[in-house]
Structure formats: C-alpha cells, structure tokens
C-alpha cells in the first residue's frame, strides 16, 4: 500500500492505543484506578466549531441522546474545570459535514466548576468505509486542558453488531469506551462519559516552531507536506485529496521523532534534523504490510 494511501486508510481505521492508566496509594488507600484511552483523529476533524451544547437539528433523522460526563485531573478525582470539549459524528445517514457554515452535528463546550459536561445531540450510526466493511456507531470527541496533553478518542455503544469486526473497537483498549445506551422516560437516551487528563511528553510551543512550514520532497517536487501548530499540537495538514479536510495531529516521542497517535513507530515515523542556516529536514519512514521500509526526505522551504 503506498504511503498516502495508508495514512488516508489508516486514519479511517482508528486504530486505538491507551495513554494512561495507573494505581496510587495515597497512604489509605489505593486510588486512581482509572484508564483513558485514545484513538486517532480519524479524516473528519474540523477545528472552530460553534460553542453549543445542543447539535441537534429539526427535521432530520436521529434518535435523541444526551452525553454527560466529567473532566477529572490525573489523579481520577478532581474536577477540571473549563476544559475545552469538541464533539463531532455522522448524521443519520452516516455522513459527516465537512463543508458547511452549519457545522452540523459539530460542537464545542467547557467544563464547569466541578467538571461536568454535556452534549444534546443524536444516536450516530454505522457507515459503510468501504469492501463491505463497516465502522461501528461512535462518537468523536477532542478534550484540551491546560497542562494535559490533548486527549483524542472514541466513544461506541454496547450492542452495536460491528464492533467485534472493527481494529479500533475490538481493541482491549476501547472497552471502557464502549458505553451503555439508557432510555429516559421522555423516550431519549442517554450514554456517559468520564474523562481522566493525562501528562505526557511534550514539545515547548517556541521549540516547536521550528518545524512549521512547507515541504518538499528531495526527490519529487509534486511531493509536499504542510505542518502548522493547534492548541500546542503539531499538525500535518489535509485536504480534499487526501480525504482528510482538517488534517491528522501528530505525537512527540522524543528525539525529534513524531509519530500518528495510535500508529506504531515502527510503520510511520517522522524525524526532523535541524540544520545550521535555518534548514530543516524531515525524514519520514514507513513500512509496509509486507515489511518493505521506504524513507522520503522532506526538506522546508526558505
């Protein structure tokens, strides 16, 4: 599979990968045990969507659901309070607005004072991604809190028939994401959702913007990359090409070595050297499923 392809295919998959988890004695007792796991961010993305917690929207098909949750700290307890929340899914005929001034089925919210959040919005279903394979319903939620790092994840629903035949769901990672539908009396539902924040390695914004720019391939210049910075993350830039309108985050893993969240280093890899006069290379290294490595060297424009 080529290059452009995977990371296309690769971001539909959503492939998942846990990012904390951990046990403390706090001299009592123990405490924190507590998972938050990630999936990648998927094609979809659209950053700046509309402060909102309602998404829903009048004449269209869905059946109405509330997610509620709270945004705790890293010790699984205290309340964060006015992290940041972006929600997005499909409609009701599995499709995404990737286009549109409405941002339809697209919102952001803040946490309050004791962590809570919520979204009034609709039961996402499967979409077919293609060879008779389909995602299972899901939830796409972002969560940016000063002095976590951003977390990216998934939420799926108990009883979705999918979910043993998708790489992301079936993860023993996704279990606690894989959430029970409650009917209300009003006849909605609702499905919740909390969130630990976790610390990890990260990159200083002014260190970090270094590496934004464009690149070009050494040995093709049709090749070119686009890196820019959101919310303290660095970010390959997408477009309609290449399915993903927004763009894909990627994750720092030391050693100048960025990786796709949830992909394993060993498949893609992207390392940069910083050279004197401002000259700055991107090596990017990837293997394919039949363990055939190629390396493309990226060079930013001056």
Not at 95 to 107: I, L, Q, T
Request: net charge neutral.
């Amino acid at each position: 599979m080529q290059r452009r392809n995977f990371i296309k295919t690769a971001a539909l998959s959503a492939i998942a990968v846990s990012t904390s988890g951990f046990i403390r004695f706090d001299g009592q007792r123990y405490v924190g045990e507590c998972e938050t796991t990630s999936d990648v961010l998927g094609p979809f993305y659209r950053p700046d969507s509309p402060v909102r917690e309602s998404l829903r929207i009048k004449g269209e098909k869905g059946d109405s659901i509330e997610l509620i949750g709270k945004i705790l700290h890293d010790d699984c307890s205290t309340p964060y309070k006015n992290a940041k929340i972006e929600l997005w899914h499909c409609d009701g005929n599995g499709v995404y607005d990737n286009e549109s001034a409405d941002f339809k089925y697209r919102g952001t919210a803040y946490s309050d004072r004791k962590g809570n959040y919520s979204f009034k919005t609709i039961l996402p279903v499967p979409y077919d991604v293609g060879g008779g394979n389909y995602r299972p319903a899901h939830f796409h939620l972002m969560i940016t809190a000063e002095g976590y790092q951003p977390l990216v994840t998934q939420l799926y629903f108990v009883g979705d028939p999918w979910i043993e035949k998708d790489s992301s769901s079936s993860s023993p990672t996704a279990k606690r994401r894989i959430l029970e539908v409650q009917n209300r009396r009003d006849g909605s539902k609702k499905v919740a959702y909390n969130v630990s924040m976790a610390k990890k390695m990260a990159v200083e914004p002014a260190a970090m913007g270094l590496l934004v720019g464009n690149y070009t391939s050494e040995k093709d210049s049709n090749n070119k990359m686009e890196l820019f910075i959101k919310d303290k993350q660095l970010w390959m830039k997408g477009d309609k090409s290449n399915g993903m309108p927004f763009g894909l985050n990627l994750e720092f893993v030391g050693d100048n070595t960025f990786q796709l969240p949830g992909m394993p280093l060993e498949t893609l890899s992207f390392n940069f050297q910083i050279l004197p006069y401002g000259v700055v290379k991107l090596v990017e290294t990837y293997t394919d499923d039949k363990a055939e490595k190629s390396v493309t060297v990226y060079v930013r424009e001056m």
